[in-house]
């Protein structure tokens, strides 16, 4: 399974970025697929999880603000960020979860300045 992520970039505080990420290879609709960050000098956390059926799962942090999707293939995952904060400024990682196995993609940077 190979995760390619696109989006981010810099933004000032109060605006918004989209992230998308496609998963391709050996993979059937039956995974949740999601984002996690990972901030500098912190540990990786969760940002927004979905499942092929379309539940959703937020942070507190980021709820109200975040909105992810699906594609109706399946295999792509858009994160729809805005009001963004200084503090959401992090290296945000693609993550596909199936059959217990789990997958990253390369990260992608998001800056928010204040």
């Known amino acids: 399974v190979q995760l390619q992520a696109s989006g981010g970039g810099l933004v000032q505080a109060g605006g918004s970025l989209r992230l998308s990420c496609a998963a391709s290879?050996?993979?059937?609709?039956?995974?949740?697929m999601g984002w996690y960050r990972q901030a500098p000098e912190k540990q990786r956390e969760l940002v927004a999880l979905?499942?092929?059926?379309?539940?959703?799962n937020y942070a507190d942090s980021v709820k109200g603000r975040f909105t992810i999707s699906r594609d109706s293939n399946k295999n792509k995952v858009n994160l729809q960020m805005s009001s963004l904060k200084p503090e959401d400024t992090a290296v945000y990682y693609c993550?596909?979860?199936?059959?217990?196995?789990?997958?990253w993609g390369q990260g992608t940077q998001v800056t928010v300045s204040s």
């Open positions: 290879g050996s993979i059937s609709s039956i995974a949740t």
């Open positions: 993550y596909l979860q199936r059959f217990g196995r789990e997958f």
């Open positions: 979905i499942s092929v059926t379309g539940v959703t």
